[in-house]
């Protein structure tokens, strides 16, 4: 299983580290490992998650087996959640409420991706000028955002809007607030399933970290297919939000992937729960 997991991982990780060594960047891809500074080796590194323990058929365990988050007993080795430090449960009992919080609130799939616009409003912080050029001139960038509502309930998208533009949306999150304002239907909180799920390792196992990572690239393109960058030299297809047809695009998208990211989102409530409960 664990060798299994590792050729399904290198399909991600191998590629980025050969660009890495060439230094060769890539807009898309490598984003989930800047925006989520996770090492590479942790999705590689198969974990059973709580309530799993593994037979010790000798020789020496690998060293993520043998923390101080583990436990041998006769001759089993085992994630062991009570060896959870008070802060770390604490932390985790935040990310479940985070995650319930978000899971029960109505989706909205009316913001239509608009926060890449915001970023770039004027022009004057273009966050992926390195590898990006943008699609459409600078004017018609401005006159999309300046004319469609926006709605962007995600705070770390939020907090790179453009000055001008922050007071138009029709939220005000921050980090604090975000259990308020997290739903079910935003492209950044469902991409985040693979933030918490990297948290919450060795909880929630490898399985889920790397399915939760796998949604979070196909979400991370819809992200920038939709926004006012040219992603085509990518072999990625824009969802041209300024037309109507590219509104209807992007929803249809939305929905499907905030559909894959319902089972995923309820597993990592249920793994992170069910470790709590066995903390005692």
């Known amino acids: 299983m664990a060798d299994a997991h590792r050729r399904r991982a290198e399909r991600f990780t191998g590629p980025t580290r050969a660009r890495k060594d060439r230094g060769l960047p890539h807009p898309i891809e490598d984003f989930l490992f800047e925006y989520y500074p996770f090492p590479l080796a942790l999705l590689e590194k198969w974990q059973a998650g709580t309530g799993v ?13 043998a923390g101080k988050l583990h436990t041998q007993e006769d001759g089993v080795v085992f994630a062991d959640p009570r060896r959870l430090e008070e802060a770390a449960a604490t932390r985790i009992g935040r990310t479940i409420e985070l995650l319930e919080a978000t899971r029960d609130r109505a989706p909205n799939f009316a913001c239509h991706g608009l926060h890449e616009w915001a970023m ?38 939020f907090r790179f809007f453009a000055s001008e533009v ?8 921050d980090l604090e607030s975000r259990v308020w304002f997290e739903q079910p239907g935003c492209v950044h909180a ?3 399933l693979y933030k918490w799920a990297a948290k919450s390792m060795p909880w929630c196992g ?20 939709a926004s006012p960058y040219d992603v085509s030299d990518w072999g990625l297809q ?12 992007y ?20 793994a992170l729960r069910g470790t709590l409960e066995a903390r005692g």
């Not at 943008?134 to 960038?141: D, G, K």
């Not at 922050?166 to 999150?173: C, S």
């Not at 824009?238 to 695009?249: F, H, S």
């Not at 929803?251 to 319902?262: M, P």
């Open 53 to 65: 323990g593994l037979e010790i058929d000798g020789g020496t365990l690998p060293a993520h087996l």
């Open 206 to 225: 490898s399985d889920l970290l790397l399915e939760c990572f796998e949604l979070a690239l196909e979400l991370r393109a819809l992200d920038m297919r």
């Open 166 to 173: 922050r007071p138009l949306n029709r939220l005000q999150p």
């Open 251 to 270: 929803e249809e998208e939305q929905k499907r992937l905030a559909t894959a990211a319902r089972p995923l989102r309820e597993r990592l409530i249920t």
């Open 190 to 192: 469902n991409m985040d």
């Open 120 to 157: 770039v409003f004027r022009g004057r912080d273009v966050r992926h000028e390195r590898t990006l050029r943008l699609r459409l001139p600078q004017e018609e960038i401005d006159a999309v955002v300046e004319s469609r509502p926006i709605c962007c309930s995600h705070h770390d998208a």
């Open 238 to 249: 824009p969802v041209p939000i300024e037309t109507r047809d590219g509104r209807r695009m």
